[in-house]
């Protein structure tokens, strides 16, 4: 367990170190996150806030982890902890841990600074932990997608000499992103079934919404998290081979 987060640590590290390839896209996902505030203000203005800003961060920031948390996306480093004596199921397991331990606080982070903003002081709690409910699906439907889809990535003029792979690669690229839109309603339903997004304060019937979503996304983390590592004991060398 000690080498396991010690790992953990090693990995964080390393990603903010360059070409921080996550700050990219959080700022990406940041501005796409704003223009979805100012345009729901107006057709929800009655339970949309500044605050869910943070849902939209985790939300869109996870359904990145569908391609970025490639088990073959960074191979050198992949190739670096497999010597270490890691399985390709310990550095899914390692990668998840990081990647958890930067959403997470980005998320709560931006439904902090939106109530400041928007003086909602009453429903920060509210808030932020609507901004962790889509933590567990999308780290599982993550899982899967890595398992099944790996793909080593390398330099473009390396693609473009062979070309066969070319296809193929961009098809696993693309792939993630137009499922994670087919599993948005599978992954967030009662989110949605709830309203637990709408809610105006801690309440009782809050909670209770709060305990049937946040039960439902850890039932996703652990079908494509269990789904994915059955796969990968008896593929796991589809990924060490991996060439293009």
Same mark, same amino acid.
């Given at each position: 367990?000690?080498? !396991?987060?010690?790992?953990?640590?090693?990995?964080?590290? $390393?990603?903010?170190? +360059?070409? !921080?390839?996550?700050?990219?896209?959080?700022?990406?996902?940041?501005?796409?996150?704003?223009?979805?505030?100012?345009?729901?203000?107006?057709?929800?203005?009655?339970?949309?806030?500044?605050?869910?800003?943070?849902?939209?961060?985790?939300?869109?920031?996870?359904?990145?982890?569908?391609?970025?948390?490639?088990?073959?996306?960074?191979?050198?480093?992949? /190739?670096?902890?497999?010597?270490?004596?890691?399985?390709?199921?310990?550095?899914?397991?390692?990668?998840?841990?990081?990647?958890?331990?930067?959403?997470?606080?980005? *998320?709560?982070?931006?439904?902090?600074?939106?109530?400041?903003?928007?003086?909602?002081? /009453?429903?920060?709690?509210?808030?932020?932990?609507?901004?962790?409910?889509?933590?567990?699906?999308?780290?599982?439907?993550?899982?899967?997608?890595?398992?099944?889809? +790996?793909?080593?990535?390398?330099?473009?003029?390396?693609?473009?000499?062979?070309?066969?792979?070319?296809? +193929?690669?961009?098809?696993?690229?693309?792939?993630?992103?137009?499922?994670?839109?087919?599993?948005? +309603?599978?992954?967030?339903?009662?989110?949605?079934?709830?309203?637990?997004?709408?809610? /105006?304060?801690?309440? $009782?019937?809050?909670?209770?919404?709060?305990?049937?979503?946040?039960?439902?996304?850890?039932?996703?983390?652990?079908?494509?998290?269990?789904?994915?590592?059955?796969?990968?004991?008896?593929?796991?060398? /589809?990924?060490? *081979?991996?060439?293009?």
């Amino acid at each position: 367990m000690a080498k !396991f987060f010690s790992q953990v640590k090693e990995e964080l590290i $390393y990603s903010f170190k +360059p070409p !921080f390839w996550w700050l990219s896209t959080l700022f990406f996902n940041f501005v796409l996150a704003i223009v979805a505030i100012i345009l729901t203000d107006y057709t929800h203005h009655h339970y949309f806030r500044a605050g869910l800003i943070g849902l939209i961060m985790s939300t869109w920031l996870l359904a990145d982890v569908t391609a970025t948390n490639q088990l073959g996306a960074d191979p050198i480093r992949y /190739k670096l902890m497999r010597e270490k004596g890691f399985s390709a199921i310990q550095i899914l397991n390692i990668r998840n841990t990081m990647l958890t331990g930067i959403i997470i606080p980005v *998320s709560i982070v931006f439904a902090v600074i939106g109530d400041i903003i928007d003086h909602n002081h /009453k429903l920060l709690l509210v808030d932020i932990l609507v901004a962790i409910v889509p933590v567990g699906p999308w780290i599982g439907f993550g899982n899967l997608i890595s398992a099944t889809l +790996p793909y080593r990535q390398i330099l473009v003029k390396e693609r473009i000499k062979n070309r066969l792979t070319i296809i +193929p690669w961009l098809s696993k690229m693309a792939l993630p992103y137009v499922a994670s839109t087919f599993t948005i +309603p599978f992954c967030l339903w009662p989110l949605y079934a709830t309203n637990l997004y709408g809610h /105006k304060k801690l309440s $009782y019937h809050f909670l209770l919404d709060f305990i049937l979503v946040f039960s439902w996304s850890l039932f996703v983390f652990a079908l494509g998290t269990y789904l994915s590592h059955e796969y990968l004991r008896h593929r796991e060398n /589809k990924i060490d *081979s991996l060439q293009y």
